[in-house]
């Protein structure tokens, strides 16, 4: 199915052939730290490297992925695939980023009688959480960046943080209660600049 | 418990959640171990283990439930259930494009936008709180960020090659 561009989208949606979007979902699929490390992942190769999509756009379907009711990366997978190359981009990205996690998350059932009395699985955990937290902060931080200065956005932000921390607000419940905040606080107002 | 029903039943349940991956959790150990008896506890905790440490999104898991109940059928099975719910979007994001220029829709997205960031420190926090328990998760953090800042190696190999240092350090280490 080829792209239909809306004559009422202000910004024209980019393009990677197939190929190129297998390997861009692929290497963000190889990252640990669950989606928020497949999300910088994919900030890393699409934003920062290829200059695909702008911080927004990516933190924008995002938002969305959150609010929908499957798996967030998901849920971006497909509306990011569907922005490169329309109803083929979607297959092409949700098979690239499910791939490797899916191939060791079998591989390691098949294990199951081996690894799951001993300390193996306890080791990787222990050293992968760590670096996930590394990347899950990496990737905040430059989602992040234009919303870090004194701003009616950066209450949002802080709000939201502090309402999921505690008293541990479910995040789908934050981030829809943040969208209807902002429809009607920040609506004509100034973005704060980066 | 048929291929199907496999099908529904994760499907059904990583919809329902709606964002909130411990409630899946909750309602498949509750069918599967408890009502059913078609996995026992030990096989349901090993299968939701694997979700945190192996790539990609955490719910992959669901990947190993399947296979434990009908190998590669259940495991694919259980990945398209969950794939498929990722298409509502595309309805969604068709709205969005028309609508993305309107006032309160900017102000909306703007709104989602930072309470999402928001929602990415808590979840750092989250994770910073259970897993930096010692000298190695502190080594191991700081390296990947030294990876990625200083030596610009990327997210991939920063994060790889912080694991592989940590990984050696329990080895060596008694900590």
Known sequence: MSEVVEPQSPTPHPTLSLTQIFIVFFKAG?????????????????????????????????????????????????????????????????????????????????AYGYLAHGPVLDYIDATLLPAALGIIVVSALRLGRPLMRLSLDFVFVVAACVL?????????????????????????????RP | MSLFQVFIVIGTYNMLAFGNGSAVVALLQHRLVEDSGILNLNQFLYAYALGRVTPGQNNLYLASIGFMIYGWLGALAAMLSIQIGGYLVLPVLKVY?????????????????????????????RVGTEAMTGLIPWVVFLSTLALIFLARRGMLVGMLGATVLGLGLKFILPV
Do not use: H
């Not at chain 1, 060791?104 to 098949?110: A, G, H």
């Not at chain 1, 999921?164 to 704060?192: H, M, S, T």
């Open chain 1, 30 to 110: 190889c990252a640990f730290g669950g989606g928020l490390g497949v999300l910088g992942l994919l900030q890393e190769q699409l934003v920062t490297l290829r200059r695909i999509l702008p911080d927004k756009e990516l933190l924008t379907l995002w938002s969305i992925g959150r609010l929908m009711p499957s798996g967030t990366m998901t849920a971006v997978a497909v509306a990011v695939g569907y922005r490169l190359a329309g109803f083929a981009g979607t297959v092409v990205a949700l098979v690239a980023m499910i791939l490797p996690g899916f191939v060791c998350v079998v591989v390691l059932t098949i």
């Open chain 1, 164 to 192: 999921v921390i505690w008293p541990g607000l479910n995040p789908a419940l934050v981030i829809l209660g943040g969208g209807v905040a902002g429809a009607l606080f920040l609506r004509g107002k100034n973005e704060p």
């Open chain 2, 97 to 125: 494009d028309r609508m993305r220029e309107v006032g309160w829709v900017q102000g909306a997205i703007r709104g989602l936008g930072a309470s999402s960031v928001g929602l990415m420190f808590a979840v750092g926090f």
